[in-house]
């Protein structure tokens, strides 16, 4: 027997059912839907991560689509019963995809959408944070006062290390990598060393500007460099972030083997994904060497850590909030929810999903398109003229 699930619904007499597994934060989206004729179903359940039974029960017998949350595992089982259910979209209510088969989706005709560029900026500010919460040592000294440890200054007291002038390295300049890099390099003057498979060329351009503009007011000017691999970075760089996809290529990225080739006194931050960064190697990592510090808003097994992590007091480890803010929440839910109805609606995919701002605005009414669809190709559909 199918296992309930509790919702709360909108709009009853809404052609279109629509299903949310999660409550999103603000309105807009649900308006965005209602006002085109969707029946909003969302699911209220009190548990975290619903199980493929639990989203099953939800799709049911008719579904017109289904805005979910990464940590489901949209797979076979779930593309086929939605697309059996008259299902023509899912969406991500996420940039990453890496829970979806969109093979599987793409075989049962369903689009599967993302919802790019709203998190850069936010994304990029925790995982500068992070930076600095490492280098800083700000949480083991927030700690240290709260016990009631603080006798008074000291000369050593929470020695950390200095950002300017040294070297930030990015692994996976996209969207977030380089606005990250941008933060970095104009907030604290840190020179740049990046590996992607791609040439940022945004990014050295906005360096080499910044480094002219310094020189020009008689300060040391930044400088960038592209490796022509990760270890070249890994080996370099003082402040090293993780911004790639998860995929097979980057699946333990940094491992016990790349781990070593660090500098003793590095730190490293991971927003992107857990499995970019092989947890076992790094605990062991992290108890070797004292001086190494890590800022991780990503696990492998999420919502776990690996046995040991939270006894390193040269971690600083917080639950995947990088996208956390309240703009970006809601205009992540905005565009999930026009990822579905655009398909929904038959409207063509917006042209650059990284310009998204046209959908985000509260005043004035979305553009007639699909803001991303990431098997667009695949499944024939057409880009927006915009
Ligand atoms: N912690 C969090 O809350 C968040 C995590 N993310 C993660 O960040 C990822 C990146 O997001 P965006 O910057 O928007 O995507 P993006 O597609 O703009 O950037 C990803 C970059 O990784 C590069 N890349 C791919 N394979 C690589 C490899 N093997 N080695 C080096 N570089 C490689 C790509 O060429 C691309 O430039 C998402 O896929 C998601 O997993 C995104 C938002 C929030
Ligand atoms: O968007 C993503 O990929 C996240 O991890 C959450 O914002």
Redesign the pocket.
Known sequence: MATPVSIEVWNPNGKYRVISTKPMPGTRWIRLLTDQNCRVEICTQKKTILSVEEILTLIGDKCDGVIGQLTEDWGEVLFSALSKAGGKAFSNM?????NVDVNAATKYGVAVGNT??V??ET?AE?AASLSLAASRRIVEADEFMRAGLYDGWLPHLFVGNLLKGQTVGV????????AYARMMIEGFKMNLIY????Q?TRLEKFVTAYGQFLKSNGEQPVTWKRASS?QEVLREADVISL?????K??YH?INKDSLAIMKKEAILVN???GPVVDEVALVEHLKENPMFRVGL??FEDEPFMKPGLRDMKNAVVVP?????SKWTREGMATLAALNVLGKIKGYPIWSNP?QVEPFLDENSPPPDACPSIVNAKPLGLTASKL
Do not use: E, K, Q
């Open positions: 996420a940039v990453g995809y890496n790019p560029g998190l850069t994304t925790l692994i996976g300049a996209g969207r977030i990598g380089s590996f992607d498979l791609y940022a990760m911004h790639p996809i998860l995929d290529t980057t990225l927003c992107s994904r808003d990503v995947h909030i990088a996208s956390a990284n």
